[in-house]
């Protein structure tokens, strides 16, 4: 020990256990100024939502007496007798949710712009007033409306409208946005109304479960005063009533197809009614609308789409499911349905496709309404142009090797056109092995058949010059290309065959 006293007493080992000292005090300090912060930062919020639910007449009885336990200093000497003011608030919220559909009046603010702060970050002071002000009607809150209403809550919308007949089934699990075992059996309005008062208390909510009909609009006024209305209705003639309805009233409406029987999301995108190829209810809808008996509408009506059409190969393409032989054995199926004109048999639905759907729908709008239009969605940015000279080129073509008299139209479509291109042979050549062409051309596969969807293939320059070519010396498309290519071109035109008797 002797030998380590010089060592001990030294300059440098008292600066050290000074420092050491210092240092175990510093850390201290810090941690009991950090715990006595969060304990103060988590008394003041419990006591502004004990505050908040203080004096409201319509929280239960049990939870009543809680919040009124909690004020005063007795609940700061007591809280292990009091719940967590957060965990209050939430299954307050929901207990209210049963009761009104006025939200909850006199929310902190400081909380709802701390709720919103990334929103705030994202539209400014002006979009965000522009977004809490406004009332949105959800028409139809199964599984594209209810994701709809629930986003639009959670980033701020003011008030919102939900109108639906239907009930929550077990079978509705698996895509409505807030429904759970416990809600089987209820309306599905009640079921969002309650989860949307847990989460975002401000926003009033009207619920109505009834079925939306134009005379049920007259008589209730339901859309009167919407900024904007969603239509995410299922059944197609109360859609295109709706979709009627609301352009003749000068209210702005944003609509969703067919999200059933989908299961690529990159398919999904929106466009105007006008503009929307390979949806065979988007085509129905359009059709529907122009021919309106009340109001036509030619355009003007935003979408959220899906351009995905049933591969070929697939030997299990979806559709309609088949009804059970015993529901024929009791009588008339279409008795079945809950009300006139609606379907009977289903479309079997991935939970994720409508809930894509109902998100693409509510992002549309809320960026409308925070001034952040977006103006040309990437899928119809420059495609009518592509279109066009695709078109030009194939109208060049055709009245070079096929006879057809100067200024005479091809009978396609820009639209028929952008479906062969895109949707049909995917942007690529119709060759294997599919390549990506820089100079992409359509040409008649078949010179022996009228051109069609059907028979028209992407080439590029090159292979179109062969394919002429070999037309000129007398040769079929299958001496030209062989087997495989052949093959490839016959899948293809199995696909555009399914498209065209789906659409027309």
């Not at 989460?199 to 619920?207: G, N, R």
């Not at 005379?215 to 900024?227: A, F």
């Not at 359509?442 to 069609?452: A, G, I, M, N, T």
Request: net charge neutral; aromatic share 8%; proline share 5%.
């Amino acid at each position: 020990m002797d030998r380590f006293r010089p060592v001990l007493e030294s300059q440098s080992a008292r600066l050290l256990g000074v420092a050491l000292i210092a240092s175990f005090v510093t850390f201290q300090a810090h941690a009991i100024y950090i715990k006595v912060r969060s304990e103060r930062g988590k008394d003041r919020l419990n006591r502004e939502l004990r505050e908040l639910y203080r004096d409201d007449h319509l929280l239960p009885p049990t939870l009543k007496k809680t919040v009124e336990k909690g004020n005063g200093d007795a609940a700061d000497q007591n809280d292990h007798q009091i719940p967590n003011g957060i965990a209050m608030a939430i299954g307050g919220g929901a207990a209210i949710a049963s009761h009104t559909a006025l939200g909850i009046a006199g929310y902190d603010e400081g909380l709802i712009r701390e709720q919103l702060a990334r929103n705030y970050a994202f539209f400014g002071e002006e979009g965000m007033k522009s977004i809490r002000h406004a009332t949105v009607s959800i028409v139809g809150c199964g599984g594209v409306g209810s994701w709809a209403a629930m986003m639009l809550a959670r980033t701020g919308v003011g008030k919102l409208r939900l109108i639906d007949f239907d009930y929550v089934t077990l079978s509705s699990l698996n895509r409505h946005a807030s429904a759970t075992r416990a809600d089987v059996g209820t309306p599905k309005v009640q079921s969002l109304k309650q989860t949307i008062a847990a989460i975002t208390p401000w926003v009033k909510v009207e619920a109505f479960a009834d079925l939306w009909n134009i005379e049920n609009e007259k008589e209730h006024d339901w859309l009167t005063g919407s900024d904007w209305v969603i239509d995410a209705i299922d059944n197609i003639k109360t859609k295109v009533d709706l979709l009627s309805y609301c352009h003749s009233k000068g209210l702005k409406v944003i609509a969703s197809m067919g999200a059933g029987a989908k299961a690529d999301p990159s398919h999904i995108q929106s466009a105007d009614i006008s503009q929307t190829i390979a949806d065979p209810l988007a085509r129905s809808v359009r059709r529907r609308l122009r021919m309106h008996p009340v109001h036509p509408v030619l355009a003007g009506i935003p979408v959220v789409y899906s351009t995905e059409v049933p591969s070929s190969d697939d030997p299990n393409a979806l559709g309609l499911l088949p009804l059970p032989e015993e529901e024929f054995e009791k009588g008339k199926v279409d008795e079945l349905a809950p009300f006139a004109d609606f379907r009977v048999r289903i479309l079997p639905v991935l939970g994720m496709i409508p809930a894509i759907f109902g998100m693409h729908v509510a992002t549309y709008l809320v960026c409308e309404l925070g001034g952040r239009i977006i103006e040309e969605p990437l899928a119809v940015k420059g495609r009518k142009k592509l279109w066009e000279k695709l078109a030009k080129d194939l109208t060049a073509r055709e009245t070079k090797w096929a006879g057809l008299e100067k200024q005479q139209r091809i009978p396609l479509t820009d639209q028929e056109v952008g479906f062969v291109f895109e949707e049909l042979h995917r942007s690529k050549s119709s060759f294997p092995p599919f390549e990506s062409l820089s100079r992409p051309t359509l040409v008649r596969w078949d010179f022996s058949k009228p051109l069609s969807v059907t028979n028209c293939v992407v080439m590029s320059p090159q292979e179109a010059s062969k394919h002429e070519e070999g037309y000129r010396n007398g040769l079929s498309p299958a001496q030209v290309w062989g087997k495989e290519a052949v093959a490839a071109v016959q899948r293809r035109q199995l696909e555009a065959t399914r498209w065209v008797d789906a659409i027309y």
